[in-house]
């Protein structure tokens, strides 16, 4: 059972329908839709899955983002319907997307109550997948074999804390080499993608405005259409990494579903034992039906300190 809500109906709808559709080789998927306000249609979830927010724009500062995804979720009547998961009886757990995702998770468990281990962010789960990838084509293994969990922040706090799976098998310096050229790779990775899905929008969105001034010739205003040109640009890119953090959406997924217990990086409010800053941060949890199970972390570096502390920075100056 699938249970679409959004802004806009109609578009609920059609995703729907596509995907029941695109379910007749195998089991029959039923499906219910709504605005975002008819959040009483989550009850029974196993998983939510929150990814209301404003698209990132390039280098967009990370705290105006957050303030504008604040903003976005006020307004959306939402959180209304999310507080009701806090219960003590609940088993419902919220997998945010929105971000910029650490600072987005804090606000979102501060507005709910909804407690630390049914609220989590996709965090560092694509960081880890796509430095996997880097090192094991490196290496030439199965991505699987070469699995490196990525900690600290979806962006640019990302921490490495070890080898992954082929430490002390791999040679020592020929797996360092691998790693700085995965963690450089992932990283542009990133940005590449980005700022491809914005070229293209760009240009759409340079051709229509071009297309407009020759129909409309001398009665153009030039900043009304640079200010369309902008709006359009960003309307029109292509949304980036989707695939990748679909990807993700399911394995966490399927995590819950099988209550397995495996071990992904996602980003919640950290154990109190580790004595970081109160801002949710991607560390490795045990992943089962009905949320986190144990840290599988020893301690925290210093370097995860300081992504911590820079991260709480930015949830308090959106919380004002």
């Known amino acids: 059972r699938l249970v679409l809500l959004n802004r806009t109906v109609d578009l609920a709808d059609m995703i729907a329908r596509d995907l029941r559709q695109a379910r007749a080789w195998g089991r029959r998927l039923e ?3 709504g605005s975002a306000r008819e959040s009483h249609l989550l009850d029974g979830c196993d998983l939510v899955v929150l990814t209301l927010g404003p698209r990132l724009r390039g280098g967009q500062d990370r705290r105006a983002v957050a303030s504008d995804a604040a903003a976005m979720l006020e307004s959306s009547g939402l959180l209304e319907g999310l507080r009701p998961l806090a219960g003590e009886n609940e088993r419902a757990c919220v997998l945010v997307v929105t971000n910029p ?10 507005k ?6 049914r609220l989590f962010g996709l965090g560092t789960t ?4 796509r430095c996997s990838d880097h090192l094991a084509r490196r290496l030439d293994v199965d991505a699987p074999s070469a699995w490196v969990h990525v900690l600290g922040e979806h962006g640019k706090g990302i921490v490495l804390p070890d080898g992954g799976r082929l ?4 040679e020592p310096s020929e797996l360092s080499r691998g790693l700085d050229s995965a963690r450089r790779r992932m990283l542009h990775d990133a940005e590449l993608i980005r700022r491809e899905s914005e070229d293209i ?4 969105a340079q051709g229509i405005c071009e297309e407009l001034r020759k129909r409309i010739g001398g009665s153009a205003q030039a900043n009304a259409l640079e200010w369309l040109q902008g709006e359009l640009s960003i309307a029109l890119a292509p949304p980036a990494t989707r695939f990748a953090i679909a990807a993700c959406v399911v394995e966490v997924a399927r995590a819950i579903s099988s209550d397995q217990d495996r071990v992904l990086t996602l980003s919640t409010l950290p154990p109190s034992m580790f004595g970081l800053p109160p801002v949710a941060l991607s560390l490795p949890y045990a992943v089962r039906r009905g949320g986190l199970g144990r840290c599988l972390l020893h ?8 992504v911590a502390t820079e991260l709480h920075e930015t949830f308090k100056a959106i919380s004002g």
């Open 31 to 33: 499906t219910e839709v």
């Open 112 to 117: 709910t109550g909804i407690p630390r281990t």
């Open 101 to 110: 995702v650490e600072v987005m998770v804090t606000w979102i468990a501060a």
């Open 201 to 204: 929008g760009r240009r759409v």
């Open 167 to 170: 430490a002390g098998m791999v």
């Open 299 to 306: 301690a925290p570096s210093a370097e995860l300190r300081q």
């Open 126 to 129: 694509v960081e880890s997948a």
